[in-house]
Every structure is written in structure tokens, then in C-alpha cells.
């Protein structure tokens, strides 16, 4: 299993950006999704997850604000991020839990900043 996560890059504060995470391979129908950050000189973090039937979780700190999405014909998960603040800017991970099995992606770096 690959990911790639792509969508990242330098945004004012209160602006948008959307980050897609595409899965290829050996690919199961019932799997979990998500997307974590780390900032700089802090530990990795749930943002959002999202199961194979739809439901979702997020950090506390982007509720509101992010949107996670998945389009299961593409293999696709999607972060659309609103309202960003300097405090989101880390790198974006994208994950997928599928047979007990974490999966990770490259991080794409998001910059929030004026």
C-alpha cells in the first residue's frame, strides 16, 4: 500500500486549503483514514479520522474548522481546511488502518503564515 498526500503549501491566516490523500495497491473495502501533524519540536497529532462507513473524529483543536472526506472509487481522502490559523502550520500525514495495519504516507508541509 502507497500514499500520497499532496495539497500543502503557504496560506494566509483565515484563508483555505484542501489536502488529498490517494491510496494505491492492495487496497481493502474496509479500512480507516486519517490525517495527523506535527509541528515543529512537537509529537505527531490526530487531526481527523474517517472509517469505511463514513463516521468521523477530530482534534478538538480543528473541530469546526476541517472537514475530512473520502471518495472510496478514487481511494481518496480529502482534509479541506478553513479559518487556518499560524498554529495549524506543521506537516500534514495521511494514514490508513486497514487488517491492523498502519500505513503512512509522506507528509505535505502546510504554512500558515502572513
Known amino acids: 500500500v502507497q500514499l500520497q498526500a499532496s495539497g500543502g503549501g503557504l496560506v494566509q491566516p483565515g484563508g483555505s486549503l484542501r489536502l488529498s490523500c490517494a491510496a494505491s495497491g492492495s487496497i481493502f473495502i474496509i479500512n480507516t483514514r486519517g490525517w495527523y501533524r506535527q509541528a515543529p519540536g512537537k509529537q505527531r497529532e490526530l487531526v481527523a479520522t474517517?472509517?469505511?462507513?463514513?463516521?468521523?473524529n477530530y482534534a478538538d483543536s480543528v473541530k469546526g474548522r476541517f472537514t475530512i472526506s473520502r471518495d472510496n472509487a478514487k481511494n481518496t481522502v480529502y482534509l479541506q481546511m478553513n479559518s487556518l490559523k499560524s498554529e495549524d502550520t506543521a506537516v500534514y500525514y495521511c494514514?490508513?488502518?486497514?487488517?491492523?495495519?498502519?500505513?503512512w504516507g509522506k507528509g505535505t508541509l502546510v504554512t500558515v503564515s502572513s
Open positions: 494514514k490508513l488502518v486497514q487488517a491492523g495495519i498502519d500505513y
Open positions: 474517517i472509517t469505511g462507513s463514513g463516521s468521523t
